[in-house]
């Protein structure tokens, strides 16, 4: 019995040391979210991430829906970063005044005021549901 059960303890052993990644590299992945939304959060309120096929907010790390709260007349800037030659847009279709346009390159920005308390939801024109935000004004 000691040794039936002992080989089906190395038996064990063997099965859990052998399961892994197939990666011979200890380096953790440095996107482990396919979609790049990790949480990354600490940032300001108000600054959200505009990457590839996401939205992120620099605040609280949130993504696709990044969701931000303001306060009335706060602020929210969006910043295009390792988006490459794809456009992105920030686009609220119950109030077209606070969108953007199509906007490519690293870098590229756009901001909005929030004047009235409420609920803002936006995605992108070229993405939709793939990229989806929020701003909550208080």
């Not at 011979?24 to 959200?48: F, I, K, L, M």
């Not at 920030?90 to 609920?119: E, I, K, M, Q």
Request: aromatic residues 6%; hydrophobic residues 35%; proline residues 4%.
């Amino acid at each position: 019995m000691r040794i039936v059960l002992g080989c089906i303890s190395l038996g064990l052993v063997a099965a859990v040391l052998s399961c892994g990644s197939g990666s011979n590299s200890q380096e953790p992945n440095p996107n482990p979210n396919p979609t790049g939304c990790a949480d990354r959060g600490g940032g300001s309120a108000g600054e959200v991430t505009v990457g590839n096929i996401l939205f992120r907010s620099a605040h609280n790390g949130t993504c696709n829906p990044a969701v931000d709260t303001v306060a009335v007349g706060g602020t929210v800037t969006w910043t295009w970063v390792n988006t490459g030659a794809t456009s992105h847009s920030v686009r609220f279709s119950a109030t077209p005044n606070l969108s953007s346009g199509l906007l490519t390159g690293d870098g590229a920005t756009h901001t909005a005021t929030f004047t009235a308390a409420g609920t803002y939801n936006y995605d992108c024109v070229v993405h939709g549901s793939q990229m989806t935000g929020r701003v909550v004004v208080q």
